[in-house]
T-cell receptor, first 116, second 114 residues
Framework: NAGVTQTPKFQVLKTGQSMTLQCAQD?????MYWYRQDPGMGLRLIYY???????DKGEVPNGYNVSRLNKREFSLRLESAAPSQTSVYFC???????????????FGAGSRLTVL | AQSVTQPDIHITVSEGASLELRCNYS??????LFWYVQSPGQGLQLLLK??????LVQGIKGFEAEFKRSQSSFNLRKPSVHWSDAAEYFC????????????FGKGTMLLVSP
């Protein structure tokens, strides 16, 4: 049972380059999320998707775009990477019929991105 | 909007000693409360959650947490720490109504000394 799978695990970019982080879940969850984790900052929500075809901004959406390709997959795109986007990115999913404070999140293992 | 504070950035505990990690929240009603653990190089894993009812909740790996409404706290405890408990611990709060996402604290890093 794979759960939430993120690719790539590590990536180094130069300023201005673009890239897409991929996330897939095999638990038939409705909602999916992208967080970034920075030292001393905890986890901050970038974007989320309550269901296939819908996306919403979180706390720190600037510089990112997302696509909910289907129920399984939720990708995060950096169009023009900046050093401030150096971080560890986590994808998560939850079973609830909608986005709720009661949702239990299942996390992927993370993607470490460095922007030079 | 809800918020959560974890006052301790780092805590060092001797193996076999008891542990208490602090979490305080701000919310206008009783929220949903969670503790997650992150082992090095891994994603976050749910330890336990509180939705309602008994204010002392049991979780995995021998952890428990107590919800205290009067103190707006949800502290995590373990009677005897093992070296494998060394990890970062995150408290999270969710609103109990409407369309809402979780808000995470900044985390407490637990170090276990021999």
């Amino acid at each position: 049972n794979a759960g939430v799978t993120q690719t790539p695990k590590f990536q180094v970019l130069k300023t201005g380059q673009s890239m897409t982080l991929q996330c897939a879940q095999d638990m038939n969850h409705n909602s999916m999320y992208w967080y970034r984790q920075d030292p001393g900052m905890g986890l901050r929500l970038i974007y989320y998707s309550a269901s296939e075809g819908t996306t919403d901004k979180g706390e720190v959406p600037n510089g990112y775009n997302v696509s909910r390709l289907n129920k399984r997959e939720f990708s995060l795109r950096l169009e023009s990477a900046a050093p401030s986007q150096t971080s560890v990115y986590f994808c998560a999913s939850s079973e609830g019929v909608t986005v709720s404070g009661a949702n239990v999140l299942t996390f992927g293992a993370g993607s470490r991105l460095t922007v030079l | 909007a809800q918020s959560v504070t974890q006052p301790d950035i780092h805590i060092t505990v001797s193996e076999g000693a008891s542990l208490e990690l602090r979490c305080n929240y701000s919310y206008g009603a009783t929220p949903y409360l969670f503790w997650y653990v992150q082992s090095p190089g891994q994603g976050l894993q749910l330890l336990l959650k509180y939705f309602s009812g008994d204010t002392l909740v049991q979780g995995i790996k021998g952890f428990e947490a107590e919800f205290k409404r009067s103190q707006s706290s949800f502290n995590l405890r373990k009677p005897s720490v093992h070296w494998s408990d060394a990890a970062e611990y995150f408290c999270a709060v969710g609103a109990n109504s409407g369309y809402s996402t979780l808000t995470f604290g900044k985390g407490t890093m637990l170090l276990v000394s021999p």
